[in-house]
C-alpha cells in the first residue's frame, strides 16, 4: 500500500513543520513539500495553512489527518500480524528514550542488535520521560527507555541498567577539593536544572528534599538537555545533579568533579516501558532479549567510572 503521502501529512500535522518533519522521516523539504502537493491536488483543496510562520491544518486538513491517523495504524496492525507471521524479526521498530538512555544506553544496545537482526530498522526518538511516556501510551512508539516510572496499570516495565546521579561541580569550585559535602554546603549555590518532564529532574527535586533542602531557597538555572547542563558546570555557572554516564568522560579530563554528598542515595535504574494492550513482535522481544544479555555488561561499565562510593 502506498500510504506514504499520508505518512508524510500526519508528521507535518504533528511538528508543525516542514522541515521538522523532514528530519524526523529522512526526508528532504522539498519532497515533504512534494507530498503535501500531492494530497492537495488529489483532494482539490488546501490542507495546510503555510501563512503564519507555523504551519496549520485547514479544516480539511483536519478531517483528513483523523481519517490519515486510522489508515495507518491499520497498515501498522497488518505490517506486525505479517511480521508475526514471517517469525523473524523484521520491519520497523519504532522507540523513544528520554535524554541519558537515549544518548549513552540504546545507541550501544542497538548497535549489537542491528548486527544480529539486519532485517530490523530501528527508529529512535529522543526528548523527556513525560514525552516517552505520552508515545508509549498513545502507541506511537514500540517501546520506550526512562529514568523514572509513572505507575499504572495500562504500562508494563522492565529494567534496562543501573544508573547513578552525582552531585557536580566545576573542577576548581571550593567544594571540589572537600572529600565528603554535607547538604547545607549547597546553600547559596546555584542550583541548575533540567526542565519540566525531565526523570533526572523529577529525582533531583526529590533528593533535595529528602535532605531537606527547598529548591524555593536556591538561585537556580534551568536548561533543557544533559550537555547544556554539565557544559554549564564545566564553565562554572553552578552545581547540578546528573547521570554518571553522562558525566564520566568529563570527570576523568577534571572538567567537572564529583561531589560525595552525605546522606543521599543517588542510585536509580532506567526502565523499558511497553504498552500492555500492544500486541507484541519479534522485533520487540528480540530487543528486550539483547537488553537482558546486555544488562551485566552494563552494570559492570557503570562500576567502574569515576564517582564517590554508594552510601545505600
Known amino acids: 500500500m ?8 500526519a508528521e507535518v500535522a ?31 483543496c488546501v490542507l495546510v495553512d503555510r501563512s503564519l510562520g507555523r504551519c496549520r491544518l485547514t479544516e480539511p486538513g483536519q478531517a483528513l489527518l483523523r481519517h490519515a491517523q486510522r489508515i495507518l495504524k491499520v497498515e501498522e496492525e497488518l505490517s506486525r500480524e505479517m511480521e508475526g507471521r514471517r517469525g523473524e524479526p523484521s520491519g520497523t521498530l ?3 528514550a528520554s535524554n541519558i538512555p537515549g544518548e549513552y544506553i540504546l545507541p550501544r544496545v542497538l548497535s549489537r542488535y542491528r548486527l544480529r537482526y539486519p532485517l530490523v530498522e530501528p527508529r529512535l526518538e529522543v526528548t523527556d520521560t513525560r514525552g516517552v511516556l505520552d508515545l508509549v501510551r498513545a502507541g506511537e512508539v514500540d ?18 541498567c543501573p544508573d547513578r546521579l552525582v552531585f557536580i561541580a566545576p573542577g576548581n569550585h571550593p567544594l571540589a577539593t572537600r572529600k565528603r559535602v554535607k547538604v547545607d554546603d549547597l546553600s547559596g549555590e546555584t542550583l541548575i536544572l533540567r526542565e ?26 534551568v536548561l533543557g538537555s544533559t550537555m547544556a547542563v554539565i557544559q554549564a558546570v564545566a564553565a562554572g555557572a553552578g552545581i547540578s545533579v546528573s547521570s554518571l554516564w553522562a558525566v564520566e568522560p568529563y ?4 572538567k567537572v568533579r564529583v561531589l560525595a554528598l552525605s546522606g543521599a542515595d543517588l542510585r536509580r535504574d ?21 537488553i537482558e544479555e546486555m544488562r551485566p ?3 559492570d561499565e557503570l562500576a567502574s567510572f569515576v564517582g564517590p562510593p554508594d552510601r545505600g
Open 2 to 9: 502506498n500510504t506514504r503521502s499520508l505518512r508524510v501529512f
Open 14 to 44: 504533528r511538528t508543525g513543520s516542514f522541515s521538522t518533519a523532514a528530519r524526523n522521516l529522512g526526508l528532504t523539504q522539498p519532497a515533504v513539500s512534494f507530498h503535501i502537493r500531492s494530497l492537495e491536488k488529489e483532494y482539490g
Open 94 to 96: 519504532l522507540l523513544a
Open 143 to 160: 517501546l520506550g527507555c526512562v529514568g523514572s516510572r509513572d505507575d499504572e496499570e495500562r504500562l508494563e516495565y522492565g529494567r534496562l
Open 196 to 221: 519540566e518532564g525531565s526523570g533526572t529532574r523529577s529525582h533531583m527535586l526529590r533528593i533535595l528534599s529528602e535532605l531537606g533542602l527547598e529548591i524555593s531557597h536556591l538561585d537556580c538555572l
Open 251 to 254: 570527570a576523568r579530563l577534571g
Open 270 to 290: 532506567f526502565h523499558y516501558v511497553i504498552l500492555r494492550r500492544r500486541p507484541s513482535t519479534p522485533a520487540v522481544e528480540a530487543l528486550v532479549q539483547v
Open 297 to 299: 555488561e552494563l552494570e
